[in-house]
Structure formats: C-alpha cells, structure tokens
T-cell receptor, first 115, second 111 residues
Framework: GESVGLHLPTLSVQEGDNSIINCAYSNSASDYFIWYKQESGKGPQFIID?????DKRQGQRVTVLLNKTVKHLSLQIAATQPGDSAVYFC??????????????FGKGTHLIIQP | KAGVTQTPRYLIKTRGQQVTLSCSPISGHRSVSWYQQTPGQGLQFLFE???????NKGNFPGRFSGRQFSNSRSEMNVSTLELGDSALYLCASSSYGNEQYFGPGTRLTVT
C-alpha cells in the first residue's frame, strides 16, 4: 500500500487566510520529507524540505512541521495568494545519505483559493 | 541556470509501439530520476541513474527501461505500449542529496 498520504484531496481557503495541508506517512525509517507544488501543465516544484532530526523548518511564507511520534507532516502557507492554487504533494525518502533513491509521493491535495 | 528539460512535451502512440523520451538535467546534476504520474496511481518512481548507472528501480515491468549518457542526459524507453501507459512522465535531476528538480514532463497518450 501507499506509505505517504494526505488527509484531504481538496482544500478551499479564502485569499489572505493561512492554509494548512496535512500528510501522514507510515515508514518510520524515513528521514527526509519534501513538499512539492504542482500547477496545471507543469512538473512538481520544490517548496521546502525537512529532515527527521528537525521538527520545524521555515521558508518564505511556508512552514513545514514534522511530528515523528505520530508520523505526521504538515505544510503551512501564510497569507494565501491566488498564485498558491495548485496540487500539493508530500514525499518521503526512506533512505539516508546522498542520492535520489526514489521518492514516495502522496496522492496530493488540491488547494483552491477563494477570492 | 536552465532547468530540467524534457522532449517531446506531447506524444501520441498506438498500442504495441515503443517510445523513447528524453531528459536533460540541470547543468552539473549527475542524478536523474524518472516518475510516472497518472490520476489513479499518482506519482510513482520508475528508476534513477547516476553516472550512467541505474542505482535504483521502482516496481514497473521490464518494458520500462532507461539509460544515462556521459553528459548526464537520460532517456527512458517503453516497449510494447499498453493503454495503461498513458501518463505524464516526469524527469527530475539532483546534484547530491535528496532535493530533486522536476522538468515539465512528457504527456504520453496511447491509443
């Protein structure tokens, strides 16, 4: 079965509000997690990543939280803008060290921004 | 710095045919991974190449194969196409570590 999943296939938020997209993973050996954004007709775009030795990481308007106890990952987007409309994927890599050893992706959450 | 490029962007093939897709990684990136994206299965890992060697492989039949050239460019091939092979094929490159940069994909339609 799928090892990485998202709780909601669609999330609708008002422009200017904060968005929280959730993800659950099942492989406790995973040590690296990434959030991607995919707009229609484009490939996934890297947003932010986090390693298992951290529980929080901040970027520009985005924050990723990692709760290893319950194997939960979330992406927070502050002051959501129309350009944030996209499908968001969480991905995990169960292997440590260098190299791209095959990311496992969740199904994705479609973020819809209401004007 | 130019991003990952994939050619062609769109392709229509008939069942039983074979197809070759091409990926040019970001300059300096030596790792190239391939993924298949479908509405039903989502994004699934096909294989990864590093320095012309396949380092890891996903759970796909042998009809799916790939290779990497000395300049890090990569190709993937699908033989004896089936209707279920219709998908967006994505290529991603990375220099070291896990951060992967994706190309726009090749949309393959099998009729």
């Amino acid at each position: 079965g799928e090892s990485v999943g998202l709780h909601l296939p669609t999330l609708s938020v008002q422009e200017g509000d904060n968005s929280i997209i959730n993800c659950a993973y099942s492989n406790s050996a995973s040590d690296y997690f990434i959030w991607y954004k995919q707009e229609s007709g484009k490939g996934p775009q890297f947003i932010i990543d986090i390693r298992s030795n951290m529980d929080k990481r901040q970027g520009q308007r985005v924050t990723v939280l990692l709760n290893k106890t319950v194997k939960h990952l979330s992406l927070q987007i502050a002051a959501t803008q129309p350009g944030d409309s996209a499908v968001y994927f969480c991905a995990e890599n169960p292997y440590s060290g260098g190299g791209a050893d095959g990311l496992t992706f969740g199904k994705g959450t479609h973020l819809i921004i209401q004007p | 710095k130019a991003g990952v490029t994939q050619t062609p962007r769109y392709l229509i093939k008939t069942r039983g045919q074979q197809v070759t897709l091409s990926c040019s990684p970001i300059s300096g990136h030596r790792s190239v991974s391939w993924y298949q994206q479908t509405p039903g299965q989502g994004l699934q890992f096909l294989f990864e190449y590093f320095s012309e060697t396949q380092r890891n492989k996903g759970n796909f039949p042998g009809r799916f194969s790939g290779r990497q050239f000395s300049n890090s460019r990569s190709e993937m091939n699908v033989s004896t196409l089936e209707l279920g092979d219709s998908a967006l094929y994505l290529c991603a490159s990375s220099s070291y570590g896990n951060e992967q940069y994706f190309g726009p994909g090749t949309r393959l339609t099998v009729t």
